[in-house]
Nanobody, 124 residues
Framework: QVQLVESGGGLMQAGASLRLSCAAS????????MGWFRQAPGREREFVAG????????WYTDSAKGRFTISRDNAKNTVYLQMNSLKPEDTAVYYC?????????????????WGQGTQVTVSS
C-alpha cells in the first residue's frame, strides 16, 4: 500500500509555470503506475497524465499535451507534474493517484490510492 501527499499548488497568472509534486510513503512506490487528475468546481474528475512504473511510458489528455509533463523519481518516491503556459481553464484541485494496473487508462476507477489534492488557480 502507498500513501500520497500532493504539494506545489498555488495562485498563478495565465502563462506562468508551476510544478506539482506528489510524495509517496512506503517501500512499494515503484510497483505502481501513477497518474494526475484534476477536478474543477461542478465538474467530474478528469484525467490529466499517466506514467508507468519505471517511467518508460507517459500519456496525456489532449488539453495537456505540449504543455504538461509527468515524470517520476522512484529513488525519491515522488511523481511530478510540470505545468507550463497555464490557462484559466487549468484551474482545479489536482490529485495524484496510484494504480496496481500496469498501464491504467483515463478512468479514475482504475486507480487504487489517492492523495488529498492541491489547489491550482490560474487568473486571467
Amino acid at each position: 500500500q502507498v500513501q500520497l501527499v500532493e504539494s506545489g499548488g498555488g495562485l498563478m497568472q495565465a502563462g506562468a509555470s508551476l510544478r506539482l509534486s506528489c510524495a509517496a510513503s512506503g517501500r512499494t512506490f515503484s510497483s505502481y503506475a501513477m497518474g494526475w487528475f484534476r477536478q474543477a468546481p461542478g465538474r467530474e474528475r478528469e484525467f490529466v497524465a499517466g506514467i508507468t512504473r519505471g517511467g518508460s511510458s507517459t500519456w496525456y489528455t489532449d488539453s495537456a499535451k505540449g504543455r504538461f509533463t509527468i515524470s517520476r523519481d522512484n529513488a525519491k518516491n515522488t511523481v511530478y507534474l510540470q505545468m507550463n503556459s497555464l490557462k484559466p481553464e487549468d484551474t482545479a484541485v489536482y490529485y495524484c493517484a496510484a494504480s496496481t494496473s500496469v498501464r491504467p487508462g483515463a478512468r479514475s476507477t482504475e486507480y487504487d490510492f489517492w492523495g488529498q489534492g492541491t489547489q491550482v488557480t490560474v487568473s486571467s
